[in-house]
């Protein structure tokens, strides 16, 4: 029996797991770091009611990073914290994917695997969807005034309202495709992990913090871990990271692959030098606040979006800072990229993240063009805004990539090849959002998802 041990329950690790867990001649086994409830029904209500995003300090269901960096550490990893918004990207993003990593990722070859996943409840019958798939996807019907008022006021402004915003992308405003099913949030373990529990030949274990992997020459044959005062190993014939942009890459770089000077520094001696976390990619977000009153109690945290070339502006519903309410302005196509470090061997001690996201002139440009066009909508003066204000109001969009880019093995950033296979090590891959090679102008969650299943359909051949 092939026995594969998954890295992260999060949103790639529990699709990877149902998905090869799914052939009984496979045993799976699958190490959390944060806690696994054994059962659906043991869920905290928090998670479930996808008006909450349950990541503020007092939250234990998060790891912390510089600059309000946030990932989900529990069954369900990030997904099981989101907003929900579950969207494509366009299909240039796919281009340039598959241009950088072979046609297996290009539009065409990735749309039935998205389409297999959805079960997408006002438009799963029309061409280029899915109806039937473990995931649910719909749509707000009642909004809270300030939606309402953001939507009337793009289309006062001359924007079209697109009713479906996983068509061909084109400018416009339109309703967020959440995965959200009678009122309940959706993620990957409510979809995926927990209905394949029962499987005699899949075993999942939370609480359990992979703290290395173990090698044999340029093999590898398993992981290190802990669970609480408790220390062990796992062995399997093969190894699938899914810990996540930030985990995966400190992983990797723990364990002797990453980039030379930084493993010399660490004193962590050289597998394989790669360029782990050097080229990661985020959305940067401006949060323009103003005065208003409470929105009432939201089902989501974002109903409407409006998308104008690389931009995209979220009227939020929930309150950030007690009596002002934000509308954010993303970035979702950006020049500039970031870097992933490590400062410590030591696994407790946080990766760090320099997001240098104001690098590009192009980018503080389309950023400030993004913050007139929302003082336009929302009828107010902001700013000046020079480099100062941009800087004082930017956050993260919760959506960093590409720190184990895929691309083939003479590409100058590439870490994994177009099946996820970290070059130069055998046994390992690495399958979530960390390999994707370019931004992709949209959130992330629904793409995570379709890569890992297409990931796991090529293991299992
Ligand atoms: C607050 C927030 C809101 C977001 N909202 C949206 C949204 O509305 N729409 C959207 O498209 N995207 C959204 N995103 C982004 C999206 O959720 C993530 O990009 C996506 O979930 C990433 O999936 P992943 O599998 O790569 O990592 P994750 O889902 O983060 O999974 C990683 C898993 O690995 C575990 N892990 C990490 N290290 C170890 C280790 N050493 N040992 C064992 N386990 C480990 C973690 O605990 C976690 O469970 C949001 C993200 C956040 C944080």
């Given at each position: 029996m092939t026995?594969?041990?998954i890295?992260?329950?999060?949103s790639?690790g529990?699709v990877?797991?149902a998905?090869l867990?799914?052939?009984?001649a496979r045993?799976?086994?699958v190490?959390e770091a944060g806690?696994?409830?054994?059962t659906?029904?043991e869920?905290?209500f928090e998670?479930?009611?996808p008006?909450?995003?349950?990541?503020?300090p007092e939250s234990?269901?998060?790891?912390?990073?510089?600059?309000n960096?946030?990932?989900?550490?529990?069954?369900g990893?990030s997904?099981?914290?989101?907003?929900?918004?579950f969207?494509r990207?366009?299909?240039?993003d796919f281009?340039?994917?598959s241009?950088?990593?072979?046609?297996?990722?290009?539009?065409?070859s990735?749309l039935?695997?998205?389409c297999d996943l959805e079960d997408?409840?006002?438009?799963?019958?029309a061409?280029?969807?899915?109806?039937?798939g473990?995931i649910p996807?719909?749509?707000?019907?009642?909004?809270?005034?300030?939606?309402a008022?953001?939507?009337?006021r793009?289309?006062v402004?001359?924007?079209t309202?697109?009713?479906?915003?996983?068509?061909p992308?084109?400018d416009?405003?339109?309703?967020?495709?959440?995965t959200?099913?009678?009122g309940?949030?959706?993620?990957?373990?409510v979809t995926?992990l927990?209905?394949?529990?029962e499987?005699p030949?899949?075993?999942?274990t939370?609480d359990t913090m992979v703290?290395r992997?173990l090698?044999r020459?340029?093999r590898?044959?398993?992981v290190?871990w802990?669970?609480?005062r408790e220390?062990?190993?796992?062995?399997?014939d093969?190894?699938?990271l899914c810990a996540?942009?930030?985990e995966?890459a400190?992983?990797?770089i723990?364990?002797?692959i990453?980039p030379?000077?930084?493993?010399?520094s660490?004193g962590?001696?050289?597998?394989?030098?790669?360029?782990v976390?050097a080229?990661?990619t985020?959305?940067?977000?401006?949060?323009?606040?103003?005065?208003?009153g409470?929105?009432g109690?939201p089902?989501?945290?974002?109903?409407?979006?409006?998308?104008?070339?690389?931009l995209?502006v979220r009227p939020y519903t929930?309150m950030?800072?007690?009596?002002?309410?934000?509308?954010g302005?993303?970035?979702?196509h950006?020049?500039?990229?970031g870097?992933?470090t490590l400062v410590?061997?030591?696994p407790t001690v946080?990766?760090?993240v320099d997001?240098?996201?104001l690098?590009?002139g192009?980018?503080?440009?389309r950023l400030?063009?993004?913050?007139?066009?929302t003082a336009?909508?929302i009828?107010?003066r902001?700013g000046?805004v020079?480099?100062?204000?941009?800087?004082?109001n930017?956050?993260?969009s919760q959506h960093l990539s590409?720190?184990c880019?895929?691309?083939?093995?003479?590409?100058?950033?590439a870490?994994v090849?177009?099946?996820g296979?970290?070059h130069?090590?055998?046994?390992?891959?690495?399958a979530?959002?960390?390999?994707?090679?370019?931004p992709?102008?949209?959130g992330?969650?629904a793409?995570?998802?379709?890569?890992?299943?297409?990931?796991?359909d090529h293991m299992v051949v």
């Amino acid at each position: 029996m092939t026995s594969t041990l998954i890295v992260g329950a999060g949103s790639a690790g529990c699709v990877l797991a149902a998905r090869l867990s799914a052939d009984p001649a496979r045993s799976v086994r699958v190490l959390e770091a944060g806690p696994a409830f054994g059962t659906m029904a043991e869920l905290p209500f928090e998670l479930l009611d996808p008006g909450r995003l349950p990541v503020g300090p007092e939250s234990a269901l998060v790891w912390r990073y510089a600059g309000n960096l946030v990932r989900g550490k529990l069954i369900g990893g990030s997904g099981a914290i989101n907003g929900s918004y579950f969207i494509r990207p366009p299909a240039a993003d796919f281009a340039a994917w598959s241009a950088v990593a072979g046609p297996r990722w290009s539009f065409d070859s990735v749309l039935p695997v998205f389409c297999d996943l959805e079960d997408d409840q006002d438009f799963g019958e029309a061409p280029g969807h899915g109806i039937g798939g473990p995931i649910p996807i719909s749509r707000t019907r009642h909004f809270t005034e300030f939606s309402a008022d953001f939507a009337q006021r793009c289309e006062v402004t001359g924007f079209t309202e697109i009713p479906d915003l996983n068509t061909p992308a084109t400018d416009g405003f339109g309703r967020v495709p959440l995965t959200v099913s009678n009122g309940r949030r959706s993620g990957p373990a409510v979809t995926h992990l927990y209905p394949a529990m029962e499987r005699p030949n899949l075993t999942v274990t939370g609480d359990t913090m992979v703290t290395r992997l173990l090698l044999r020459g340029t093999r590898v044959i398993g992981v290190e871990w802990v669970r609480g005062r408790e220390r062990g190993r796992t062995c399997a014939d093969q190894t699938v990271l899914c810990a996540g942009a930030v985990e995966s890459a400190a992983l990797l770089i723990r364990s002797g692959i990453g980039p030379e000077p930084l493993l010399r520094s660490l004193g962590v001696p050289i597998v394989r030098p790669a360029p782990v976390g050097a080229w990661c990619t985020d959305h940067p977000e401006i949060g323009v606040e103003f005065p208003g009153g409470e929105p009432g109690e939201p089902a989501v945290p974002l109903e409407y979006v409006l998308h104008v070339d690389d931009l995209e502006v979220r009227p939020y519903t929930q309150m950030f800072t007690p009596g002002l309410r934000r509308v954010g302005v993303a970035l979702m196509h950006p020049e500039s990229t970031g870097e992933l470090t490590l400062v410590s061997t030591d696994p407790t001690v946080a990766a760090h993240v320099d997001q240098r996201y104001l690098h590009g002139g192009r980018d503080r440009a389309r950023l400030r063009a993004g913050v007139a066009l929302t003082a336009e909508l929302i009828g107010r003066r902001i700013g000046p805004v020079d480099d100062t204000w941009l800087h004082a109001n930017l956050g993260t969009s919760q959506h960093l990539s590409g720190t184990c880019r895929m691309g083939h093995a003479h590409d100058e950033r590439a870490v994994v090849d177009e099946q996820g296979r970290v070059h130069g090590i055998e046994a390992l891959t690495v399958a979530d959002l960390s390999v994707v090679p370019v931004p992709l102008r949209r959130g992330p969650q629904a793409t995570t998802v379709m890569l890992a299943a297409s990931i796991a359909d090529h293991m299992v051949v």
